[in-house]
């Protein structure tokens, strides 16, 4: 169908084009870019949930796409993508709109994604499925390791099944009707195919002769340095680091003579992902529903299940959950008018585990480490051990919000009313640098693996944990019309006062700079001690805690015009502008 009243660019699509999709994994998320302008940029980072997807649209940011389930606000507040959206089976229609938005639309400058579950009915009606992948059918990676018994490539060992089923029907006829359905992932992945470079038995034994020949160095050969004890690339192993030498011990064996070799990193993700509804008709006017999401996922540290290779602890474990729940009052007033108010809560919980291998203290070294029994090592285009990005830590946003949206028709008016608040609060921790990460860079032999074998730290770096305790208030009000201007005319324009409210910092833990200040030598009364120009939370003239005044002033003009030149809804020419902002 062509679009003739809308001046956004965007498309519906039904329940059942959604089941024909060849959607990986059935995330209806990837189901945006078919609006065309949008680009999927993946999983955002660590910090997000797996479901989640960056859709940058018309190149805005990767977190700008307000998302909406059953009318409510469904977007993840920390990191500003999407909560996980129910699958296929559940979903009775998703909606995208992009480009210029009319002014009910906020919060996010990229685009809206509107989605509904289904719902019951007077009949029962219901479905089983299972999908299923198997790494038999895959092609196997060309630079997998290799069976040296059988000389052949290792697979990737991917096995996933996705089962389940929804049900529907009436609790009373034509009163209350349910809607329940689930979703189980189970999947095994041991890819073959992640090639780095570990000391070889001739490094070991302090010949480096061919690590730093061209054999193995497209630079061409290399003279390592006599003054650190190299005579013709040999050295005597006994000025190596002893902690390096025993790290060394644990690396699995190559007999690659440049030191490279092939190792998996195997996970088992479970995800289960159940759905309920409940709908009760009141009167022909008037209708409620409520409606509940839980999604959980978990899958152990790869080095729980790589038989003892700790090359596998760069990637840690997931244990995520979202609770998602909605309430939904919609009243036709009249024959003209209609209002519609949502309310919705959203409390999610991500956490990143590591297993523990060893800390600095069994390998001699001689530090504080706010993470036991562990150690985060890099080696410049050679092996690393851990990951800070893959370390314990914990986000849980946790998100309410209240909408009313209210509609009149008006001869050839449709007017609309409404507006939004929301309260988001977080508490996070973060160990990035808590464990105290080295790195060698071969800055000081040329060869970064001989740095590590001789103790030469390019960079140590070790901070505190990262904690956040926030709070972050959100409020919109929008007033629009779609005017008929004539039979082949429509005209969209209104207006979204949507104010800036920077983040709260509970525990004050924030801090902000004044040029004026510092040129006129005043410090802080709350901490003396610091250098003039920084002030704190308690100071006079600090913004509350958050070091940022309130935004009042953003206000978003939008309009449009949609022009259908022969009267006949199959051709639409259309014209808008829109002021948008990321919230």
Request: with cysteine; proline share 7%; charged share 15%.
């Amino acid at each position: 169908l062509v679009e003739t009243r809308n001046p956004a660019i965007g498309s519906v699509i039904d329940n059942e084009a959604v089941e024909a999709l060849p959607l990986e994994g059935r995330n209806v998320a990837s189901l945006v870019i078919l609006a065309g302008g949008a680009v999927d940029t993946g999983n955002p980072s660590s910090r997000s949930l797996t479901q989640s997807r960056g859709i940058a649209v018309a190149g805005g940011q990767q977190f700008g796409v307000q998302y909406l389930l059953d009318g409510a606000m469904h977007n993840n507040w920390y990191d500003g993508v999407n909560l996980p959206l129910p699958f296929p089976d559940a979903m009775q229609e998703f909606r995208v709109e992009t480009s210029s938005q009319n002014a009910q639309n906020g919060v996010k400058a990229g685009g809206t994604v509107s989605v509904a579950t289904k719902a019951g009915t007077n009949l029962f009606h219901g479905d089983v499925f299972e999908f299923a992948r198997h790494h038999r059918f895959n092609s196997k990676a060309p630079f997998a390791a290799v069976n040296p018994t059988t000389g052949e490539r290792a697979s990737d060992g991917l096995v996933r099944n996705q089962y389940g089923g929804v049900l529907g029907g009436p609790i009373v006829q034509d009163k209350i009707f349910f809607f329940g359905a689930y979703q189980g992932t189970r999947t095994t992945q041991t890819p073959a195919d992640i090639i780095t470079f570990i000391p070889t038995a001739a490094m070991m034994n302090g010949d480096f002769t061919t690590i730093a020949s061209g054999q193995c160095r497209a630079q061409g050969n290399l003279v390592l340095p006599p003054a650190l004890g190299f005579v013709n690339n040999r050295i005597n192993p006994a000025l190596f680091s002893p902690a390096a030498v025993k790290i060394a011990g644990m690396l699995p064996p190559t007999t690659d003579p440049c030191g490279q070799i092939a190792y998996s990193r195997p996970t088992k993700p479970t995800e289960d992902m159940p759905i309920g509804r409940i709908d009760w008709q009141l009167n022909p006017n008037h209708s409620l529903f409520a409606r509940y999401m839980l999604s959980k996922t978990f899958w152990d540290p790869a080095f729980e299940n790589a038989d003892g290779n700790i090359l596998a602890a760069t990637l840690g474990g997931r244990d995520n959950t979202v609770h998602s729940f909605a309430i939904g009052d919609s009243v036709v007033l009249n024959n003209s008018m209609v209002n519609n108010i949502r309310f919705s809560v959203s409390r999610t919980s991500v956490i990143r585990t590591h297993s523990e291998l060893f800390g600095p203290e069994h390998v001699g070294v001689n530090m504080f480490t706010y993470i036991p029994e562990y150690m985060n090592l890099t080696i410049t285009g050679a092996f690393s051990i851990n990951t800070g990005t893959e370390t314990f830590s914990y986000y849980k946003p946790n998100t309410y919000s209240l909408s009313d949206d209210f509609t009149m028709v008006r001869g050839n008016h449709q007017f609309g009313f409404g507006g939004a608040v929301a309260m988001s609060d977080w508490q996070t921790e973060s160990n990035v640098r808590s464990m105290g990460p080295m790195s060698f860079s071969g800055g000081a032999t040329g060869l970064p693996l001989a740095d590590f074998l001789l103790g030469r730290v390019f960079e140590f770096r070790q901070a505190t944990p990262f904690r956040q305790d926030i709070k972050q208030p959100y409020f919109a009000l929008y007033a629009q019309d779609t005017w008929r201007m004539s039979p082949n005319v429509t005209v969209n324009y209104g207006v979204r006062w949507e104010p800036w409210f920077p983040q709260d910092s509970v525990d004050q833990a924030v801090y902000t700079f004044d040029v004026d200040r510092m040129w006129n030598n005043v410090r802080s009364t709350v901490s003396p001690q610091a250098p003039a120009g920084l002030y704190y939370p308690g100071d006079p003239g600090f913004p509350g805690n958050s070091g940022m005044n309130i935004v009042w002033s953003n206000l978003a003009p939008r309009v449009g015009v949609a022009w259908d030149p022969k009267g006949d809804g199959r051709t639409s020419v259309r014209a808008g502008y829109g002021l948008t902002g990321d919230f």
